[in-house]
């Protein structure tokens, strides 16, 4: 009995997949973080609000939120800042305080 081997498929393909993953989990994390925010009851400001909005729009819109190269890695949907900003947010309403930088900084 022999088994047929799976489709291979093209360079391409896996990219699209790849850039449709990251695009669904970053629409994910951003909602998530809206949502634990209303449910804890936790006041966010105008531009966290403002935040969560923009970036959702434009990663549904063009598949990630930000157009330079330099700020995140290849096929990411949101730039590293972008991802920091947003786990303040969710840390922000799951009630966690901001983490100290090793150096006394806050970060």
Do not use: C, H
């Not at 088994?3 to 850039?19: D, H, T």
């Not at 695009?23 to 006041?43: F, G, H, M, T, W």
């Not at 990630?64 to 330099?70: I, L, S, V, Y």
């Not at 947003?86 to 922000?92: C, D, M, R, S």
Request: hydrophobic content about 35%; charged content about 30%.
């Amino acid at each position: 009995m022999a088994f047929a081997s799976a489709p291979k498929n093209s360079p391409k393909q896996l990219r699209e997949a790849a850039r449709a993953r990251a695009k669904r989990a970053a629409l994910n994390a951003l909602r998530r973080a809206r949502r634990a925010a209303e449910r804890s009851q936790v006041p966010l400001s105008d531009w966290e609000g403002e935040f969560l909005g923009s970036v959702e729009t434009r990663v549904e819109t063009y598949g990630r939120a930000f157009g330079d190269p330099d700020k995140g890695p290849p096929g990411a949907s949101l730039s590293i800042l972008q991802s920091r900003k947003l786990k303040e947010i969710a840390g922000k309403a799951s009630g966690k305080k901001k983490p100290v930088s090793r150096f006394g900084r806050t970060s």
